[in-house]
């Protein structure tokens, strides 16, 4: 399972469609609270996480994963840059940094080398350009 956390009720839910084109099956939190109790669970394989949430920040849930040493691959995608990408390699569940707007294609490229096939037949071609 795929987890996007993202407050982008729009954007979460592209990126949801995008990799269940893919095989994948997905799961929206709106923040990092709601996605902190998705992230315990053994089937959640990676983690899409927008920085910049009400509530509970994606930097937030970040050191609330590490302190109870959850380690899901996490994909940082945001559109500021509050965090250089050494920075965000402390983070130990930190395996790529997107900026928003980026390409669909290439988060999808991404998230291919942190999760295991789907077991469903996968469609090719999803492209586009999201953005906050």
Known sequence: MILVVDDDALLAGALAVAFEKEGYQVRIANDGGEAYQYVKDPECKLLLLDMHMPRVNGAELLILMANDGIRVPTIVVSSFRDFTSAELKEF??????????FEISELLSLARKHLPQAATN?????AGKVSK
């Open 92 to 101: 130990p569940n930190v395996v790529a940094f997107l900026q928003k707007p």
């Open 122 to 126: 996968k469609r090719r071609g999803t």
